[in-house]
């Protein structure tokens, strides 16, 4: 199984400011054959189920606001949040889909400082 | 509005069984894979197990392989998860999700509790 790993676990930054998370696969989740990366952001907030940020690693959902970017590629893998807003408060979780099980990383949660 | 509405959780002793469902409703059920997901208590996301539109592949966790059986009709735009042999560490939150690479329909949870 591919294991995803997310720093931090937590996270607390300043209203305005950039926060940073990172996750990290145990193997690759670039797909040679269509240079893709398999990778997809989600944002949790207290009482709400996931909500997609990101697939094939930096493409944006529908209606995420362009202050949330995600990038990296192979088995690193970065969401950014500039000027971070008090709606951001949430968990934030990757997840791969190269291979079954579908594994998720442990999730960072993101506070307000 | 495109909608997934979980229902089927409840309470269970350990060797029980459950039997979840996911309507959906406004968007194309047959031409969707679809998973489920899990949340225990106060912990993270847990990948459960996906389908693909004719039921032809599917995949499960291996805390639940054996125990666990998706399933869809999509004559009825409706998921299923039957889950046998409940165990105490299966009680969690269960999400139904649209999507084969991201997940980008959830539903709101279907509580299930396995508790003797």
């Known amino acids: 199984d591919i294991v995803m790993t997310q720093s931090p676990d937590s996270l607390a930054v300043s209203l305005g400011e950039r926060a940073t998370i990172n996750c990290k696969s145990s193997?690759?989740?670039?797909?040679?054959?269509?240079?893709?990366?398999?990778l997809a952001w989600y944002q949790q907030k207290p009482g709400q189920p996931p909500k997609l940020l990101f697939y094939w690693a930096s493409t944006r959902d529908s209606g995420v606001p362009d202050r949330f970017s995600g990038s990296g590629s192979g088995t690193d893998f970065t969401l950014t949040i500039t000027s971070l807003q008090a709606e951001d408060v949430a968990v934030y979780y990757c997840?791969?889909?190269?291979?079954?099980?579908?594994?998720f990383g442990q999730g960072t949660k993101l506070e307000i400082k | 509005e495109v909608q997934l509405v979980e229902s089927g959780g409840g309470s269970v002793q350990p060797g029980g069984s459950l039997r979840l469902s996911c309507l959906a409703s406004r968007f194309s059920f047959s031409q969707s894979w679809m998973t489920w997901v899990r949340q225990a208590p106060g912990k993270g996301l847990e990948w459960v197990a996906n389908?693909?539109?004719?039921?032809?592949?599917?995949n499960y966790a291996d805390s639940v392989k054996g125990r666990f059986t998706i399933s869809r009709d999509n004559a009825k735009n409706s998921l299923y998860l039957q889950m046998n042999s409940l165990k105490v560490e299966d009680t969690a939150v269960y999400y139904c999700a649209r999507g084969h690479f991201g997940m980008d329909i959830w539903g709101q949870g279907t509580t299930v509790t396995v508790s003797s």
């Open positions: 193997q690759n989740v670039l797909y040679s054959s269509d240079n893709k990366n398999y």
């Open positions: 389908i693909n539109t004719d039921e032809s592949d599917k």
């Open positions: 997840q791969q889909y190269y291979s079954t099980p579908r594994t």
